[in-house]
T-cell receptor
Framework: KQEVTQIPAALSVPEGENLVLNCSFT??????LQWFRQDPGKGLTSLLL?????REQTSGRLNASLDKSSGRSTLYIAASQPGDSATYLC???????????FGKGTRLHILP | DGGITQSPKYLFRKEGQNVTLSCEQN?????MYWYRQDPGQGLRLIYY???????QKGDIAEGYSVSREKKESFPLTVTSAQKNPTAFYLC??????????????FGAGSRLTVL
């Protein structure tokens, strides 16, 4: 059974710092991995999607990497801002049946 | 604008009552999903559907039912058999793995409270 783990569960950093969020999964047979952002009481907003054949994707200050063989992905946020404060979730899609499994998320707080 | 519409946004239910949450998408996506989110928790998969007239149980399907009679619609019924239904429910859709980049797109969610 595929399990997705995100560490740390919560993180507070001063504004301007670079930071890394981690996501690990137990079964490397994934189709893709997607990172999301969720603000309190809201739905999820897609940040980056990495196909299983790719190593990384970039969007602005965000960079996501994927190491499928080791079951790991990281989300790198450069020059953090207070507006980056949110919960960040990763999700893996299983290729065989479109099932998508989420981690529990990392709650990020950027200190002004 | 293309997107996913969930309704109602807030819903209150008495114990023992069934309630149906609506999810409609105009993105022409084949796959649709229902997730449940509890405070401070990630998303847990309830049901998903890859095509019309077909759906599969997720990890926490007990006490829930769904239908997929139209491509655009994937309603979720929370039955009286669900022991702890108070939660935030999220609907999502994407293209299937046979086509497209498969970005998962979410609705704004429905918050169900059992009184």
């Amino acid at each position: 059974k595929q399990e997705v783990t995100q560490i740390p569960a919560a993180l507070s950093v001063p504004e301007g710092e670079n930071l890394v969020l981690n996501c690990s999964f137990t079964d490397s047979a994934i189709y893709n991995l997607q990172w999301f952002r969720q603000d309190p009481g809201k739905g999820l907003t897609s940040l980056l999607l990495i196909q299983s054949s790719q190593r990384e994707q970039t969007s602005g200050r965000l960079n996501a990497s994927l190491d499928k063989s080791s079951g790991r992905s990281t989300l790198y946020i450069a020059a953090s801002q207070p507006g980056d404060s949110a919960t960040y979730l990763c999700a893996v899609r299983l290729g065989r049946d479109d099932k998508i499994i989420f981690g529990k998320g990392t709650r990020l707080h950027i200190l002004p | 604008d293309g997107g996913i519409t969930q309704s109602p946004k807030y819903l209150f239910r008495k114990e023992g009552q069934n309630v149906t949450l609506s999810c409609e998408q105009n993105l022409n996506h084949d796959a649709m999903y229902w997730y449940r989110q509890d405070p401070g928790q990630g998303l847990r998969l309830i049901y998903y559907s890859q095509i019309v007239n077909d759906f599969q149980k997720g990890d926490i399907a007990e006490g829930y039912s769904v239908s997929r009679e139209k491509k655009e619609s994937f309603p979720l019924t929370v039955t009286s058999a669900q022991k702890n239904p108070t939660a935030f429910y999220l609907c999502a859709s994407s293209t299937g793995t046979s086509s497209g980049a498969n970005v998962l797109t979410f609705g704004a969610g429905s918050r169900l409270t059992v009184l």
